[in-house]
């Protein structure tokens, strides 16, 4: 597997999880969904009121992350933001139009961007660009003051994802913020669990850490989702706030 030397690696299992990843796998998985599956409800899978929570602890993350960022009023809509990963828009529609003027959309599946093509979201001028392309292969053209990615990254190696990290440190604005907001491993060894439904790897906090160090990012906040419901035992998502190291 391709390693970046900047990223520290502990076991064998680490090593072996993310080199697992199949991008054609991942494209083929997600393509393949049926069209009840296009649709804002439909990307969370048997769980619609999970929607509700999740949007409402993204909303109070990032209210707590910019008062620590005397330089980004409250008050004040973000002028450009981008959702990665943007699947349909759901995040975008529930979540980023109220705290974006507009927000462009990276999404590797066809599928998911013709559905966003069409929707009222572009249709009114809150959604911009729409790139089809992978995170992977994704290169920002323009300054971005919000890059939101979210439930996306586990398709990324760690290589890819520290050079994916990378690239949006230099595509943020003066004021400009990375947000990665993903599930955590469970594994009771403490290590990343690969998927070969989606093809797809959860990594550890440690792991994530790691990771945006060798990016040269600093996080200065992060936060576990709260208020699901217990019984239905979800994994861990946890939000990071990261910013360029100075």
């Known amino acids: 597997m391709s390693q970046n030397s900047d990223l520290p690696v502990d076991t064998a299992s680490n090593r072996s999880a993310d080199s697992k ?19 804002m409800l439909g990307m969370l899978g048997t ?47 529930g979540f980023l139009r109220h705290v974006c003027d507009v927000v462009d959309a990276v999404e590797p599946v066809e599928k998911f961007t013709r559905v966003l093509k069409d929707s009222p979201l572009k249709k009114s001028g809150v959604v911009g660009d729409i790139y089809t392309v992978g995170l992977e292969n994704w290169a920002p053209q323009k300054k971005y003051d919000l890059i939101w990615t979210q439930w996306c990254v586990g398709h990324l190696t760690d ?15 003066e004021t400009g913020l990375v947000v990665v907001k993903e599930n955590l491993s469970t594994d009771v060894a403490d290590q990343d669990m690969y998927d070969d439904l989606d093809s797809s ?46």
């Open 159 to 173: 290589a890819q994802l520290v050079e994916y990290i990378s690239r949006c440190r230099f595509a943020l604005t």
């Open 47 to 93: 769980y619609p009121w999970y929607t509700r929570i999740e949007l409402q602890g993204s909303k109070n993350f990032l209210t707590k992350v910019r008062r620590l960022l005397p330089a980004l009023p409250s008050s004040e809509k973000f002028p450009l933001g981008v959702d990665c990963g943007a699947g349909v828009g759901r995040v975008t529609e």
């Open 201 to 246: 790897v959860t990594r550890t906090d440690a792991k994530f850490k790691q990771i945006f160090d060798a990016a040269g990012m600093d996080v200065i906040k992060s936060e576990i989702q709260t208020g699901f419901p217990r019984q239905f035992k979800l994994l861990p998502v946890k939000s990071y706030a990261l910013r360029p190291r100075m």
């Open 21 to 39: 990843i199949n991008h054609s796998a991942s494209i083929n998985y997600w393509s393949s969904l049926d069209s009840t599956s296009s649709n």
